[in-house]
């Protein structure tokens, strides 16, 4: 057998393994100076998270309670990792314990007080109560962990300790039982948002399924009625919240509303077009009101499909940043109220990686950062307590206008009609 010729002192097998080794040792060395640089931006996250609260908007933990524990908080052992213990170490639904939330660096929490539709005029008011009773319970067991906080100050006061500040949001207009004097004693209670609505159309607003293809309004937006409840949550220092509203009810509410307002997992409408997202003539809008949208994770209000990652969350914050304005996104990723999350994003423990891809592209300062992970929230959440602050010094009396009967006509069944005469 003929043997190959050297070339230049290697033999052609020699060459190839010298290339092959070369190969190895760029991928190597690339791998390191990756693993390197992301650890450069995670260390200036952990930095910027120390100095300014990461507030989510909204989290459906409580309702995950309700489902496995019925409420049962004594079998609840929120204080250890959960992945190991049933049924939420089994469940594509459970995203979240007090030591993710720790690893995940979270400084605030909005937890949602959810009922669902089908408890519209029946016992919607009650479950809402029953969820409340829940959020601060589970907050009174961990006071050395946990705080109930009712106002802007309180959640960076709470940063400084420590501490999470726990925030109560109800989820859907049909809690309050069209009755303002419940929102006020949800207010009293600790809420801080009200949803206007959730999939199912109140009779004072419509939710975003009508704005589905073949759908017809029932109302075109908000009623008299429903602008009644956007001014009195204005009076309280309530946020407005329209995630799960049609656009017609978020163009009505933004007109109304005197206070900035928030959508508390919501994404881009232009980048997936689910209803649950905002178009962009509303985006411009909230820039004009003074509002935030907080980015959903959810892979089918991102890539529109069962499946996304963490560039696609980037992608719609991206979008967002560009339409809004810097000062008008933030996160509210809807953890323990879906099934499925994005790829990098599986639970809560997550969010530094979010912001440390963002720092990735030289767009990103360490105060837009900021922007993003609370101080949006914060100011948002202080201009709504100015606006109820410039109300009671107006001395504006609380609403005590009632529902027309007509647009419950059919629906009172469960109602008190009020004393016989």
């Not at 459970?94 to 005029?121: I, N």
């Not at 509410?253 to 905002?278: D, E, G, W, Y």
């Not at 411009?284 to 089918?300: D, E, S």
Request: hydrophobic share 40%; charged share 20%; aromatic share 8%.
């Amino acid at each position: 057998m003929r043997r190959r010729k050297p070339i230049a002192g290697f033999t052609l097998n020699g060459l190839f393994c010298w290339c092959i080794a070369l190969l190895i040792s760029f991928c190597y060395i690339s791998s390191q100076c990756l693993a390197a640089h992301l650890e450069e931006r995670m260390e200036i996250v952990r930095r910027i998270l120390k100095e300014v609260p990461l507030i989510d908007g909204h989290n459906d933990l409580p309702w995950n309670i309700r489902k496995f524990l019925k409420n049962q908080l004594r079998e609840f052992r929120f204080g250890e990792d959960l992945r190991d213990i049933s049924p939420w170490s089994t469940s594509l639904w459970s995203h979240t314990d007090l030591h993710r939330l720790k690893e995940g660096m979270v400084a605030a929490q909005f937890w949602s007080a959810y009922a669902p539709c089908s408890s519209q005029h029946l016992d919607a008011v009650q479950l809402t109560l029953e969820q409340i009773d829940l959020i601060r319970r589970l907050v009174n067991l961990y006071p050395q962990h946990m705080a109930l906080v009712t106002t802007a100050d309180g959640i960076e006061d709470s940063h400084r300790k420590g501490k999470i500040a726990s925030l109560i949001g109800v989820e859907g207009g049909h809690s309050i039982g069209t009755s303002l004097a419940v929102l006020r004693m949800f207010y009293q209670l600790g809420a801080r948002y009200l949803t206007l609505t959730h999939t199912c159309n109140t009779p004072w607003a419509d939710c975003c399924k009508v704005d589905e293809p073949g759908q017809v309004p029932h109302i075109g937006g908000l009623s008299h009625f429903g602008t009644l409840v956007v001014k009195e949550m204005n009076r309280l220092g309530m946020i407005v919240d329209l995630s799960h509203v049609s656009v017609p009810t978020m163009l009505d509410a933004l007109a109304t509303s005197k206070a900035p307002i928030i959508f508390s997992h919501s994404s881009a409408h232009a980048i997936c077009n689910s209803s649950r997202n905002v178009p962009d003539h509303v985006l411009k809008r909230i820039a004009v009101n003074g509002g935030l949208v907080m980015v959903a994770f959810y892979p089918h209000f991102l890539s529109c499909a069962e499946k996304a990652t963490i560039k696609d969350v980037v992608v719609h914050i991206n979008h967002i940043r560009d339409v809004a304005g810097i000062d008008h996104v933030g996160i509210g990723a809807g953890y323990d109220g879906v099934n499925r999350v994005p790829q990098g994003l599986e639970d809560v423990s997550k969010y530094p990686y979010l912001f440390a891809e963002l720092l990735e592209s030289d767009r990103w300062s360490e105060e837009d950062i900021a922007k993003l992970a609370g101080k949006n929230l914060i100011r948002v959440f202080k201009q709504v307590e100015q606006v109820r602050d410039k109300f009671e010094a107006q001395g504006m009396l609380p609403l005590d206008e009632s529902i027309p009967p007509e647009d419950i006509l059919g629906r009172s069944y469960c109602r008190y009609s009020g004393p016989k005469t």
